[in-house]
């Protein structure tokens, strides 16, 4: 199967082709991701009708790249899959509309995404992952653990109880007046910071769930950066890296509650959405899966922002499963994991 992705649901406009031609030949054969930073980065985030402009301009070289790179033509995909929701509605209704018009034109099956089954999946087009599987899924709209039964069949355990980890990450970039998008300008400072330098608090210390709260540590940044304890690029470096820390100290202390719930049967942890292409809290998921005897699993970075390979393959997963959308589906701005089995 050839099946052809689209993602509008926030600031990238992308189209992908993933085939599947047997179980071991599961391949992306193009992946365009046109990012529309530059038209956000003035806002120090991104602006809904800014988004919903862009992806109308951008949507039809994307697609077209997208197919030509993967050398094919739209009569030869044997199906379209577009992200339909959760996200920015302006941007969402500019791919559905988009991926319903090709398939009508050409009369392909057709399937509406939810975007974050797509980074939910993802690891399961690059690596050799069986459900059921354990996924934290941090992003900059989203922050949860879910047990990944099967396609479709999630179950999700904890979530943050305000802020997502990106959106974190991207409000203490732009209080520190580093960057856009937040992580990783945060990241790269963080890369020559002292983590010890300063004492923020740990959210949620001895919860007995796996919950998480970003807004104490934000606050306390943005404390530590009024009382002018941060001159130098030095001390800038220094409060980025002890801030990534304690983000860091709180996701391990919540997944060790996480992997408490789940059975022997969830031999994978599985970390996918933006905040996963930090290389520093990869490393310490993957020290804390080893203690505790599971495998831990992430995709490669370009396909942990978003993407729309992501939504290729969840696609490709469903139309193999004998689902298709109707034509008549309306984009979610809303749309939680756990109602997609209902
Ligand atoms: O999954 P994504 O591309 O879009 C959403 O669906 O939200 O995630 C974007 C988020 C942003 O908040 C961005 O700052 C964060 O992921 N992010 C990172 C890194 N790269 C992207 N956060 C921490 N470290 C990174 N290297
Ligand atoms: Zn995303």
């Not at 732009?174 to 790269?188: S, T």
Request: aromatic fraction near 6%; hydrophobic fraction near 45%.
């Amino acid at each position: 199967m050839n099946i052809l992705g689209i993602e509008t649901s926030c600031d990238e406009t992308a189209a992908a082709v993933v085939c599947d031609a047997n179980v071991a030949s599961k391949r992306v054969l193009s992946n365009v991701v046109f990012s529309q930073i530059s038209e956000h980065i003035e806002y120090g985030g991104v602006v809904p009708e800014i988004a919903a402009r862009a992806h109308l301009h951008y949507i039809r070289p994307t697609v077209e790249r997208a197919l030509s790179e993967a050398n094919m033509t739209l009569a030869e995909i044997d199906g379209v899959a577009v992200t339909s929701g959760p996200g920015l509605i302006g941007g969402v209704l500019v791919g559905v509309m988009v991926a319903k018009a090709m398939a009508i034109a050409q009369n392909k099956p057709f399937l509406g995404i939810n975007h974050l089954e797509g980074h939910a999946l993802t690891v399961r087009l690059t690596h050799d992952v069986p459900y059921p599987y354990l996924l934290l899924l941090v992003s900059g709209g989203h922050c949860q653990f879910v047990a990944v039964e099967g396609l479709g069949r999630y179950r999700v355990l904890g979530r943050t109880l305000d802020d997502a980890a990106g959106e974190a990450f991207d409000k203490v970039a732009k209080m520190m007046d580093i960057g856009y998008p937040g992580g990783p300008a945060v990241e790269r400072l963080a890369l020559t910071g002292d983590a010890e330098r300063f004492v923020l608090p740990r959210p949620l210390i001895g919860r007995k769930d796996c919950n998480f709260s970003f807004s104490g540590l934000k606050t306390s940044v943005r404390t530590t950066l009024q009382k002018g304890a941060v001159v130098t690029d030095q001390d800038k470096a220094d409060l980025a890296a002890s801030f990534q820390k304690v983000v860091g100290d709180h996701i391990v202390d919540r997944t060790k509650y996480a992997l408490s719930l789940v059975d022997e049967r969830y031999q994978h942890l599985v970390v996918a959405g933006g905040v996963a292409a930090n290389k520093y809290l990869r490393g310490r998921l993957a020290e804390l899966a080893e203690k505790m005897g599971r495998a831990f699993v992430a995709p490669p970075l370009g396909l942990c922002t978003d993407n729309a390979a992501m939504i290729a393959w969840a696609g490709l997963e469903r139309f193999k499963a004998g689902f298709t959308s109707d034509l008549n589906i309306s984009p979610k701005p809303r749309w939680p994991l756990e109602s997609l089995g209902e």
